[in-house]
């Protein structure tokens, strides 16, 4: 199977958030999914990418500007989501924000 990746205008911001999981998985997906399509909404989204699998993640979201990063992270939906992300769902979690100025390959 081939995949497309993504490549974007520069520069542009990338939030990459790693997840080493619980063992609790109920409601997990459907949230994950439903963040996604908020995230989409916000005027400057470019795209998502994840690799993993049940007990550790790797989620790679592309923005246009600082700012479009700015908002996703404070939305209220978006933050209650990681709260219990926090207590219910990540054993240890980290978050990296980068600003991308050059992107090569084949």
């Given at each position: 199977?081939?995949?497309?990746?993504?490549?974007?205008?520069?520069?542009?911001?990338i939030?990459?958030?790693?997840a080493?999981?619980?063992?609790?998985?109920?409601?997990?997906?459907?949230?994950?999914?439903?963040?996604?399509?908020?995230?989409?909404?916000?005027?400057?989204?470019?795209?998502?990418?994840?690799?993993?699998?049940p007990?550790?993640?790797?989620?790679?979201?592309?923005?246009?500007?600082?700012?479009?990063?700015?908002?996703?992270?404070?939305?209220?939906?978006?933050?209650?989501?990681?709260?219990?992300?926090?207590s219910?769902?990540?054993?240890?979690?980290?978050?990296?924000?980068?600003?991308?100025?050059?992107?090569?390959?084949?």
């Amino acid at each position: 199977m081939t995949q497309q990746l993504l490549k974007f205008e520069m520069p542009y911001y990338i939030a990459v958030f790693t997840a080493v999981r619980t063992e609790v998985f109920e409601g997990y997906d459907e949230t994950a999914q439903h963040l996604m399509g908020l995230a989409q909404k916000i005027d400057g989204f470019l795209g998502v990418e994840f690799a993993g699998g049940p007990e550790f993640s790797i989620t790679l979201v592309y923005w246009k500007t600082l700012d479009a990063l700015e908002q996703w992270k404070n939305d209220p939906v978006h933050m209650e989501a990681k709260e219990k992300g926090k207590s219910t769902y990540y054993a240890t979690h980290h978050v990296h924000i980068s600003k991308v100025e050059d992107s090569y390959g084949k």
